[in-house]
C-alpha cells in the first residue's frame, strides 16, 4: 500500500493550502500538476516550483519528481499573468534601449550590440519564439460570450435539477467552437486525436448540460465538431501565412503529389515551437544577412554574447530552413556552426520545447540509473547477452583508426576514443551525425547522449529505427515530452522503474 504524501501549495494570491495524495508521489510531473489542479481548483496555464535547500531554500523551476519530497513545498507560477506583466514590462521599459541600441543586418559593432546584451537579449527571448507553452494536463475550457455562457449556466441548472441535457442553437454551438479552437491554437495547430478527446471531455465536464446521451463517451460528436472546426481555421492561418501551416500547402508539396495528406510536417515529439513565426519587424531577407554575420562572429574571441543574441533572434529563420528544406547535417553545420556546441544545443532544445535539455535529463538519469542497472544485470537470454556485449564496447571505447573507419558508416552515434582499451579515461568523446563529427571534446557519455537528443530536435531528424526504443524513452520517460503515450516495451520498462 503506497504512503500518503503531505505537500504544502503557495498558490498565486500568496496564499498557501495542504495538499494530500492518498497513493503517493504520481510518476510524472504532468499527473502531479493534474493532481494540483484537481485539489486547488486551478485553471489557466500553470508552472510548478520547488524550495531548493541547496540554494538557501530559493524558489527554482520543477523538472523532475526527484525533486519532490513529501512535506515539501511548491509554489505555484501563473504563466498566462506573468507573460503578460513581461510584455507590459518590455513596453514600457525597454523602448527607450531598444531605439537607441536596435540591431540591423548591415550593423555590425560588435561592442556595441554587446553593450546592450542584457536588454536586448530580454526582448529577443520575447519576440524571436512564441509564448506558447506544452499542452496542459488538464485542458482549461475558456470562458465564451457573454450571452453563450448566459444560456449554458441556464442549461447547466436545469441539467443539476433534471438531468435534461441542452441541444445548442446554431449560434451557442458557434460561439462554443469558436472559443474552444482560439484556446486550442494558443498551443499547437495540429491536435492530436487524443489530445482532441482530452479537450471535449474537459467542455462537457465544464458543462455537464452538453453531454451527447447517444454517444457512449458523451462528447463523441463534440470532438467531431472541434475537428472540423481546427480544419477549417488552419485554412484561413494558411492564408494569413502562418508558418506552421503554410509549410504544408500543396505547393511546398512535390509535384505528383500534392495532396493535403502527403507529408505533413507538424509537431510529433511535444515541440511546442515546431515552425515559429519570424520576430516582429524582421524578414527572411534580414535574418539571413543576420545568419551571414554569424559565419564571421563564431571566429572572433570573447564574443559569446554577440552569437547568443544573434542565435536567439535566428531561431525562427533556422527553424523554418530545417523544416521546409531538410538540409543535410553537413550543409546545416556550414550555414549554423554557432548551433554545434553544449550552450547552444541546450538553448536550441528550451527554444523548441521549452524543456531545460542537460539538467532534467541528468536528473532523472541520476533518478532511474541504479533501477536501470540492475534491470540490465537480471537479464537473461539473447537480449542479455547482447546488452552485456554493448556495455563492453563502451567500456573499452575504441582506437582512432577503428572509430575513423566507423564514422563515416555511421547515421547517427556517440563515439569514445582511447588511446588503449586499457585506458581508463577516454581521449575524446564525441557525436557523429551522417558519417561525420559534429560535436567533440565532450565530459562523458551522458552528457553526449543529452546533446544527441537535442541535436536530434534541433535538426528535426527521424529517429533511427534500430534505436526508436531508445529515444522513446529518453523523450518520454526521462525528458517526460508526449509521455502519456508509450509503446508496449516503453510502457513495460516505465512500469519496472517505479515499482
Not at 1 to 27: F, N, Y
Not at 261 to 276: D, L, M, W
Not at 298 to 311: C, I, Q, T, Y
Amino acid at each position: 500500500m503506497e504512503t500518503p504524501v503531505i505537500l504544502k501549495i503557495i498558490l498565486t494570491d500568496g496564499s498557501s493550502q495542504r495538499l494530500t495524495i492518498s497513493h503517493g508521489l504520481p510518476a510524472s510531473i504532468d499527473d502531479l500538476m493534474a493532481e494540483v489542479t484537481k485539489q486547488c481548483g486551478l485553471h489557466g496555464n500553470f508552472r510548478l516550483q520547488f524550495k531548493d535547500s541547496l540554494f538557501g531554500d530559493e524558489f527554482l523551476n520543477l523538472t523532475s519528481m526527484s525533486e519532490v519530497e513529501d512535506k515539501g513545498t511548491l509554489r505555484i507560477i501563473d504563466l498566462s499573468r506573468l507573460t503578460t506583466m513581461q510584455h507590459d514590462e518590455i513596453s514600457t521599459d525597454l523602448n527607450p534601449i531598444l531605439n537607441t541600441q536596435a540591431f540591423s543586418p548591415s550593423q555590425n559593432d560588435s561592442s556595441s550590440l554587446s553593450s546592450g546584451s542584457v536588454d536586448t537579449d530580454v526582448l529577443s527571448s520575447c519576440e524571436s519564439t512564441s509564448s506558447r507553452s506544452s499542452w496542459p494536463a488538464v485542458f482549461h475550457v475558456p470562458k465564451f460570450s457573454y450571452d453563450a455562457e448566459l444560456k449554458l449556466q441556464q442549461a447547466n441548472l436545469a441539467y443539476l435539477q433534471n438531468g435534461a441535457v441542452h441541444f445548442p442553437d446554431p449560434k451557442l454551438k458557434s460561439s462554443i467552437l469558436d472559443g474552444s479552437v482560439q484556446e486550442i491554437v494558443q498551443y499547437k495547430v495540429y491536435v492530436t486525436d487524443k489530445e482532441m478527446e482530452q479537450l471535449a471531455q474537459s467542455l462537457i465536464k465544464m458543462h455537464p448540460c452538453l453531454t451527447e446521451k447517444g454517444s457512449c463517451t458523451g462528447c463523441g460528436g463534440w470532438k467531431t465538431s472541434l475537428k472540423y472546426k481546427l480544419s477549417n481555421y488552419r485554412t484561413q492561418l494558411r492564408k494569413l501565412g502562418c508558418p506552421e501551416v503554410r509549410v504544408n500547402s500543396l505547393q511546398n508539396k512535390p509535384a505528383g503529389k500534392r495532396i493535403a495528406s502527403f507529408g505533413v510536417k507538424k509537431a510529433k515529439r511535444a515541440e511546442v515551437n515546431f515552425c515559429p513565426t519570424y520576430p516582429s519587424a524582421e524578414s527572411e531577407e534580414s535574418l539571413e544577412a543576420m545568419q551571414k554575420s554569424l559565419l564571421l562572429d563564431v571566429k572572433n574571441r570573447n564574443n559569446r554574447d554577440v552569437v547568443k543574441l544573434k542565435m536567439e533572434k535566428t531561431f525562427a529563420h533556422r527553424r523554418h530552413e530545417v523544416v521546409r528544406n531538410v538540409p543535410m547535417v553537413e550543409d546545416f553545420m556550414a550555414r549554423w556552426p554557432a548551433l554545434f556546441e553544449v550552450s547552444e544545443i541546450n538553448a536550441e532544445f528550451k527554444r523548441i520545447t521549452t524543456v531545460p535539455l542537460q539538467s532534467k535529463f541528468l536528473s532523472q538519469l541520476d533518478l532511474h540509473t541504479d533501477k536501470m542497472t540492475r534491470l540490465l544485470q537480471k537479464r537473461g537470454g539473447q537480449l542479455g547477452e547482447r546488452l552485456k556485449t554493448i556495455t563492453a564496447q563502451m567500456a573499452d571505447g575504441m582506437d582512432e583508426n577503428t572509430i575513423t573507419d566507423a564514422i563515416a558508416d555511421t547515421t547517427i552515434g556517440i563515439y569514445v576514443l582511447k588511446e588503449h582499451a586499457s585506458s581508463d579515461e577516454p581521449e575524446d568523446i564525441g557525436i557523429v551525425l551522417e558519417g561525420i563529427k559534429v560535436l567533440q571534446d565532450l565530459d562523458n557519455v551522458a552528457l553526449a547522449v543529452a546533446m544527441l537528443f537535442g541535436l536530434i530536435y534541433a535538426l528535426n531528424l527521424s529517429y533511427p529505427a534500430d534505436l526508436r526504443y531508445t529515444f522513446e524513452v529518453v523523450q518520454k520517460i526521462f525528458m517526460e515530452l508526449d509521455g502519456g503515450k508509450l509503446s508496449n516495451k516503453a510502457l513495460a520498462l516505465k512500469n519496472r522503474l517505479y515499482q
